[in-house]
């Protein structure tokens, strides 16, 4: 075992985008839209499942792009300039 070495905190950070139900919606949105082409007689006219899909689809997008476009912007707009790099250690052969 080598000695106990003091590893610099990295100076990168990564930031991970908030949980959202947009994506989700989306998805649900999408395949109403297409299967509301072939739901005629369905309750409704198909045309009308689809119009429902397509709306909802369009406010789910809409949601997604305002929130991808606050996530940029409450991003910090500068970092400190230090490197993530470890040191190098050198791996020992296995003995027979």
Known sequence: MSA??????????????????????????????????????????SWVWSAIGAVVLIGALRSMMRGA???YYRRPRKQKVRGAALPVETIPPPRP
Do not use: Q
């Open 69 to 71: 476009v606050g996530d």
């Open 4 to 45: 106990h070495r003091e590893i610099p905190e990295p100076g990168e950070v990564v930031y991970a985008p908030r949980s959202s139900w947009a994506p989700v919606v989306f998805a649900f949105a999408a395949a109403a839209t297409v299967c509301g082409i072939f739901a005629g007689g369905f309750m409704f006219p």
